[in-house]
């Protein structure tokens, strides 16, 4: 069992930077894959970033890539997402979860947390 809290999201202006983290319970932390969702009023879920088990490699959504940066420390058990260059349109309540099957697929994880509400104002 993975107990996942997510803290670091608010209002920020176009342009801004936030920082998500997600804290974890537990010893197997670093046997999961962490990966970070999104989803805006009215929308689905969508992947946003992901990282595996040691870190070594990182997955983008196109529509992040270059702006955001996803990290982890498991000696902290902590896995977090650097926002820049916000726009609008990241607006959504952001997620953090944990898994082992799969990088971009939000229906293969396995523990959510409860989620951080991003406002990127105009």
């Known amino acids: 069992q993975v107990k996942l809290v997510e803290s670091g999201g608010g209002l920020v202006q176009a342009g801004g930077s936030l920082r998500l983290s997600c804290a974890a319970s537990?010893?197997?932390?670093?046997?999961?894959?962490m990966g970070w969702f999104r989803q805006a009023p009215g929308k689905e879920r969508e992947f946003v970033a992901a990282?595996?088990?040691?870190?070594?490699?990182?997955f983008y959504a196109d529509s992040v890539k270059g702006r955001f940066t996803i990290s982890r420390d498991n000696a902290k058990n902590t896995v977090d997402l650097q926002m820049n260059s916000l726009v609008p349109e990241d607006t959504a309540v952001y997620y953090c979860?944990?898994?082992?099957?799969?990088?971009?697929?939000?229906?293969?994880?396995?523990?959510w947390g409860q989620g951080t509400q991003v406002t990127v104002s105009s």
């Open positions: 979860a944990a898994g082992v099957n799969s990088y971009m697929n939000h229906a293969l994880y396995d523990y």
């Open positions: 537990g010893r197997t932390f670093s046997r999961y894959v």
């Open positions: 990282i595996s088990q040691s870190g070594s490699t990182t």
